[in-house]
């Protein structure tokens, strides 16, 4: 059975940082994409980041390319997500997901096209 645990959530100013983590378990994820995802209050869920976990190729969403990275570490299989210079409407729910198979680049961004989700982590920046 597929686990996704995510960490590293929490409460910081604006202009600060913080790293997620999720910890994969209970297959091989070699030819999986994983994406986060992010939900404020009152919002749908929307796409951050995806990575392709073979080939570490990853791809952002155009309000946080530049201060978000995404990476995976293969030997704890275990993918992040680097968030730099964070912005009060950045305040969200962030959780990981990973599909089934490999998606095609347009649909890495929705949600429906991932099969397994981690239980989220938020992240809050005061302003």
């Known amino acids: 059975q597929v686990q996704l645990v995510e960490s590293g959530g929490g409460l910081v100013q604006t202009g600060g940082s913080l790293r997620l983590s999720c910890a994969a378990s209970g297959r091989a994820f070699s030819s999986s994409d994983m994406g986060w995802f992010r939900q404020a209050p009152g919002k749908e869920r929307e796409f951050v980041a995806a990575?392709?976990?073979?080939?570490?190729?990853?791809y952002y969403a155009e309000s946080v390319k530049g201060r978000f990275t995404i990476s995976v570490d293969n030997a704890k299989n275990t993918v992040y997500l680097q968030m730099n210079s964070l912005q009060p409407e950045d305040t969200a729910v962030y959780s990981c997901?990973?599909?089934?198979?490999?998606?095609?680049?347009?649909?890495?961004?929705?949600?429906?096209?991932?099969?397994?989700w981690g239980q989220g982590t938020q992240v809050t920046v005061s302003s």
């Open positions: 997901a990973v599909a089934g198979s490999s998606l095609a680049p347009s649909a890495l961004i929705n949600p429906l096209n991932y099969d397994y």
């Open positions: 990575i392709r976990w073979i080939t570490g190729y990853a």
